[in-house]
């Protein structure tokens, strides 16, 4: 079974909202139902095959194609199942996520999964600013530089990034330490075909927070010098 | 029955329904990895003193092992699903939380058509972290991460637990003390890499075998008198003159096949040995049949080598 895929006609100017394009919406839907299911939940909204040329008819693994950074919330609120973004994408990437997994090999713009609960998010490029912000649970993965307000009132949950991003003044660094669970994680993340597949020790420099929301979240910042 | 000169009685060994788990521990090294096992195993010869009988299994590799560090494998029974879970707690908590580098994963996963129950590995365990204990869903699996004095120490939240078969044994009769040992350790070094199965005593090998009820109305258990070679005209002894030493190699296993495969590999590695080393026959302790539901028969498990 191939992929549902995804691929954006042509270059957009404006935003569009991705939100319905999860597993959870889609599934059991027909090629036909898909392409004239309303992209919004509004009266005159515009269909998806407006926008996308769909194909495949694997559910659990969608692809985006093609695409920019004006796809907002792609993955909101998805509880399983993977999507790959081959390209940028926009704001809100796994925003209220409750589990499955996204992979970006692009960039991504702001609040990359806000409110994310449960799931894994790896992007290989940057993410904007507030990167896991609201965040309560899950794994948030950044190999390139992330923007300002990274972790903004995370609860907990776990945000990996590759360069030291700027701290707020809630964040609290704990050390480095070898921590043994990673060993675990990027054993996941070793089929899913991202920049992370090269790392290989266990160090990291540890930064707890928001300490203003308990601070049970965690920003790791990989010390990649040491592979 | 007779192979390469050494009798197998016509009897069967008599074994129990129990309930088994089984957990990885891995640690730095594997130096640390049995510190840990040994603790955690310390202590289970028997049900009827320890409320557990538990043994390490097989040593594993770090490519075996889930976060990739050497690690041994950890086998527990216990005759009820409450004891092995509150024994595996206790145990968890002061034998592998303690142990420096130590982590613990589940060592019996969920699988269909397979009768597994859930139970707490880290679930509990995690409370130590006052607060500060962090989990993370991987793969669908959740772990545990505890901070401690060392670092952090990983654990799965749960492990399975099967219905499994405890009491499988037979008996080493040889003319000697020194010959009933050394055929009891070639057997247990042979055992020991069957899958599935621990022998809990200590080095596999136990010499005070019991019988069912005592002369003192409070003892429960006590000496196996038929079996002790310094009664033999006391008592209605099973030993013959020659005989001078008993040796019993209790197994506990996932499954019936796991017992059988192991008591086989035992005692084929016993009568290889020959007439030389002393053993003149082997045994199996049971209680007339009554007690347990599986029974292991001597020549049943034997015929298949001989034939």
């Not at chain 1, 776990?158 to 003044?169: E, G, S, V, Y």
């Not at chain 2, 019936?256 to 016993?270: C, K, L, N, P």
Request: with cysteine; glycine share 12%; net charge neutral.
């Amino acid at each position: 079974m191939s992929a549902l895929t995804f691929t954006l006609k042509a270059s957009v100017t404006h935003s569009i909202d991705c939100r319905r394009l999860t597993a959870n919406n889609l599934a059991d839907l027909s090629m036909t139902e898909i392409e004239n299911l309303n992209l919004l939940n509004t009266k005159n909204s515009p269909k998806i095959g407006d926008y996308f040329d769909v194909s495949g008819s694997d559910f659990n693994h969608i692809v985006f194609k093609n695409t920019n950074e004006k796809l907002n919330y792609i993955g909101h609120k998805m509880t399983r199942g993977q999507i790959n973004i081959e390209g940028d994408c926009g704001d809100f990437l796994g925003s209220q996520m409750r589990g499955g997994s996204i992979i970006c090999n692009g960039n991504a713009n702001d609040r990359v999964g806000d409110q994310m609960r449960r799931g894994l998010i790896l992007i290989d490029g940057n993410a904007g600013d507030y990167c896991g912000s609201r965040m309560i649970a899950g794994t948030i993965g950044v190999f390139g530089s992330v923007g300002n307000y990274a972790g903004f009132a995370m609860k907990r949950g776990t945000i990996l990034l590759t360069q030291t991003p700027k701290l707020q003044a809630t964040t609290q660094d704990c050390g480095t330490h070898t921590l043994p669970f990673l060993a675990l994680l990027f054993k996941s993340f070793n089929v899913l075909s991202t920049r992370f597949n090269t790392i290989k020790n266990l160090r990291v420099q540890r930064y707890s927070g928001d300490l203003a929301c308990n601070g049970n979240g965690e920003i790791l910042v990989l010390r990649l010098e040491s592979n | 029955m007779i192979i390469n000169s050494i009798k197998i009685d016509d009897t069967f060994a008599e074994a129990f329904n129990m309930r088994g788990t089984r957990v990885i521990i891995t640690a730095q090294n594997l130096k640390w990895a049995y510190h840990a096992a040994n603790a955690m195993t310390g202590f289970a010869t028997s049900v009827i003193g320890c409320g557990v009988e538990a043994g390490i299994e097989c040593v594993l590799s770090a490519d075996k092992t889930p976060d990739g560090r050497p690690g041994v494998s950890v086998l527990m029974f216990a005759m009820g699903s409450k004891v092995l879970m509150q024994q595996l707690e206790t145990r968890m908590g002061q034998c592998i939380l303690t142990c420096p580098t130590a982590a613990a994963f589940a060592g019996i996963a969920p699988k269909e058509g397979l009768e597994i129950d859930k139970i707490s590995l880290g679930r509990h365990l995690r409370y130590f972290g006052d607060g500060f204990q962090t989990s993370k869903l991987i793969n669908g699996i959740r772990y545990w991460r505890i901070p401690v004095m060392d670092g952090e120490f990983l654990v799965q939240e749960t492990t399975g637990m099967v219905r499994a078969i405890g009491g499988g044994n037979f008996l080493i009769l040889a003319t000697s003390q020194a010959a009933a040992l050394h055929a009891a350790e070639t057997a247990i070094d042979a055992m020991r890499k069957i899958p599935n199965v621990i022998m809990p005593f200590p080095g596999g090998v136990v010499r005070s075998g019991s019988k069912v009820g005592s002369k003192y109305p409070k003892m429960f258990a006590s000496t196996n008198d038929a079996f002790c070679p310094t009664l033999k005209g006391l008592v209605n002894s099973e030993l013959s003159e020659e005989i001078e030493s008993v040796m019993e190699i209790v197994i506990d296993g996932l499954t019936f096949e796991d017992i059988a495969t192991s008591m086989r590999v035992g005692i084929q590695a016993i009568c290889d040995l020959g007439e030389a080393s002393g053993v003149k026959r082997i045994s199996a302790g049971n209680y007339g049949g009554k007690l347990g539901p599986h029974h292991f028969k001597l020549h049943g498990i034997m015929g298949k080598t001989a034939a």
